[in-house]
């Protein structure tokens, strides 16, 4: 047993350890891929990470960040704007490499994701919002439902969250059922459309909220919003950001961005990478700050790295942390598919007569037959040796193939599902080179997918 002299030498031991570790941290302040330490992030305003947060059922799984954006509040100027981050955007994310920013939520919660999301835009984050997506449903029923035009009509079904989605187009009242569909749909578009909707969604939920008949569903309202709503915001800032943003909203509407870059698959994944420098200058603007020569070398430094890494990822040479991520996410898809096979065998015992079972397109003959994707491959690149060369690619990824001949000239090779089916589309998200995937629902094609070759074909 250690005598209290024993001890006290151990205290003070440790109150020295701790003094040397914090006067390191601030005469040695870690530095992001940028160089720019964390004081020398822009914070000229009052920034906000707010996070849309989507639990899993799975033992150990904590989710995702489905939903990212950052509220900029000018406190002096009472102004506020809202930057969008795609959650496919690939980042760096400490002790895990190269990921999706929405990852970073599963290695370590609500601090990781805003140590990363503060790397990468070059701000200071001050505050966080979470809102937990079980609480969503009840947060629109609690308002009274809000009214949206729907673009265009929507469906998918993902067997794996058992999640679908069957929206009409049109002007519609949603109940918050029907709203977390239109929010959560995605298509061809990816997170821009997805974003997109969550703005359209975010200002329907604006306009019913200061409707003249608000005063009814308060009670319910502030219930709800307690029970989904974790912050750090102290009450007097919530108050003034909420006047700032009604100001805003009723005067000239809340000014909404996006991170600035372009989709692309890498090993498979789809990602949104973003053009760094542009990104900066427009933080630069939207944080009300000038442009420094620090600052536009650390974003040019970053550039650098980034698009080395890049290119890294896409030769095969990546780290053997960031190859576990790509792991995970193929493992992922893998599970989706089988649960979409899942669902089809299961509607087949039933007896189902219909092209579907529960929203989910049956395999087409040639798919149960041989029991993988099946594509039709059209060489419209101009090449003709492009078919044989793409052709003998899909087959070696796995793919049924059906050679359906040249077709007119394209610029872009693009893959194109028959079906809304998640795991056909995840499958077709794998094809082995560049493209742009789409879905265009077609119950009677003889394939799950089509592939048309374009000129960018390599």
Not at 137 to 162: C, P
Not at 169 to 174: E, L, R, Y
Not at 429 to 454: T, W
Request: with cysteine; glycine share 10%; proline share 2%.
């Amino acid at each position: 047993m250690k005598s209290i002299f024993e001890v006290k030498i151990l205290g003070i031991v440790a109150a020295i350890c701790a003094m040397a570790y914090l006067l390191f941290s601030y005469f040695n302040p870690e530095k992001g891929m940028d160089n720019l330490s964390p004081s020398e992030r822009l914070s000229l305003k009052k920034n906000i990470i707010v996070l849309g947060v989507d639990e899993r059922a799975e033992e150990h799984d904590v989710g995702r960040s489905d939903t990212l954006f950052v509220v900029m509040f000018d406190t002096k100027n009472k102004a506020a704007s809202l930057l969008s981050v795609p959650r496919d955007t690939r980042v760096r994310i400490k002790g895990h490499g190269w990921d999706k920013i929405n990852h970073a939520y599963a290695y370590g919660g609500r601090e990781l994701t805003q140590k990363t999301t503060e790397e990468l835009l070059g701000i200071k984050i001050n505050n966080y919002v979470m809102v937990d997506f079980k609480g969503f449903v009840g947060l629109v029923d609690a308002i009274g439902g809000v009214d949206i035009n729907v673009e265009k009509n929507m469906y998918y079904y993902d067997a794996w969250d058992g999640f679908k989605i069957d929206l009409k187009k049109g002007m519609q009242h949603m109940d918050g059922k029907t709203a977390i569909q239109y929010v959560r749909y995605r298509d061809e578009e990816g997170d821009i459309g997805r974003i997109r909707r969550q703005q359209h969604f975010i200002m329907a939920v604006y306009d019913r909220i200061t409707s003249a008949n608000m005063l009814l569903h308060i009670p319910g309202l502030a219930k709800q919003l307690t029970n989904m709503v974790k912050t750090d915001l102290p009450l007097a800032d919530m108050v003034d950001l909420g006047r700032a943003l009604h100001a805003m909203v009723k005067s000239k509407g809340l000014a909404m961005a996006t991170v600035p870059g372009t989709p692309e698959y890498i090993d498979g994944i789809s990602y949104w990478l973003p053009d760094i420098t542009d990104l900066r200058e427009q933080m630069v603007k939207m944080q009300g700050a000038t442009m420094t020569a620090t600052y536009k070398s650390a974003a040019e430094l970053m550039e650098k790295e980034y698009t080395a890494a890049v290119a890294k990822a896409k030769q095969g040479d990546d780290s053997a942390e960031n190859k576990e991520a790509v792991k995970e996410e193929k493992e992922l898809a893998e599970k989706k598919k089988a649960a979409g096979k899942d669902a089809a065998k299961a509607g087949a015992k039933d007896g189902a007569k219909s092209s579907s079972v529960d929203g989910v397109k049956k395999p087409t003959k040639a798919a149960a037959a041989s029991g993988g994707t099946v594509v039709r491959v059209v060489n419209c690149s101009g090449s003709k040796s492009a078919g044989a060369s793409a052709i003998a690619k899909l087959k070696a990824a796995g793919f049924t193939v059906i050679n359906g001949g040249s077709g007119d000239l394209m610029a872009q090779t693009t893959v194109i599902s028959t079906t809304n089916d998640g795991a056909v589309v995840g499958r077709l998200s794998q094809v082995p080179f560049a493209h742009k995937l789409r879905i265009s629902r077609d119950g009677a094609a003889d394939c799950d997918g089509v592939v048309m070759l374009g000129a960018d074909y390599k």
